[in-house]
């Protein structure tokens, strides 16, 4: 636990029963997000984990559950962080109005990760 809480990569040099301990992965994802890789498979899709993991490193979406990908609070807050996370969201979330509009705010050419339908969004197109 010292090991992780002062350098979260720590974790990738820990046993399995490790990086399957709950409290030691969040001390790992609260230093580095990206730390999460080393989780195994059930904290990974833990949202929990996953929320406390996207503070530090939006684009640990790539590697997360496609349960998670769906999840529009883990997306939203991913996006508040970084907004081309967009990219590893869900159809469907690509395809919220909502979720898309928070991108494109940020950052316009996020838009090319948006549905073919909100491409064409007169709302979302006056925010670019």
């Given at each position: 636990?010292?090991?992780?809480?002062?350098?979260?990569?720590?974790?990738?040099?820990?046993?399995?029963?490790?990086?399957?301990?709950?409290?030691?992965?969040?001390?790992?994802?609260?230093?580095?997000?990206?730390?999460?890789?080393?989780?195994?498979?059930?904290?990974?899709?833990?949202?929990?984990?996953?929320?406390?993991?996207?503070?530090?490193?939006?684009?640990?979406?790539?590697?997360?559950?496609?349960?998670?990908?769906?999840?529009?609070?883990?997306?939203?807050?991913?996006?508040?962080q970084n907004c081309w996370?967009?990219?590893?969201?869900?159809?469907?979330?690509?395809?919220?109005?909502?979720?898309?509009?928070?991108?494109?705010?940020?950052?316009?050419?996020?838009?090319?990760?948006?549905?073919?339908?909100?491409?064409?969004?007169?709302?979302?197109?006056?925010?670019?």
């Open positions: 636990m010292a090991a992780v809480k002062s350098n979260g990569s720590a974790l990738g040099a820990a046993s399995d029963e490790l990086k399957a301990d709950k409290e030691v992965v969040m001390a790992a994802v609260k230093s580095n997000g990206e730390i999460l890789e080393y989780a195994s498979g059930e904290l990974k899709a833990d949202k929990e984990v996953v929320m406390a993991a996207i503070t530090t490193w939006p684009l640990i979406m790539s590697e997360i559950s496609d349960q998670l990908r769906a999840d529009k609070e883990v997306v939203m807050a991913a996006i508040e996370t967009l990219e590893y969201a869900s159809d469907e979330l690509r395809a919220d109005k909502e979720v898309v509009m928070a991108a494109v705010k940020s950052d316009g050419d996020t838009l090319q990760f948006a549905s073919d339908e909100l491409q064409k969004d007169p709302d979302i197109l006056a925010l670019i």
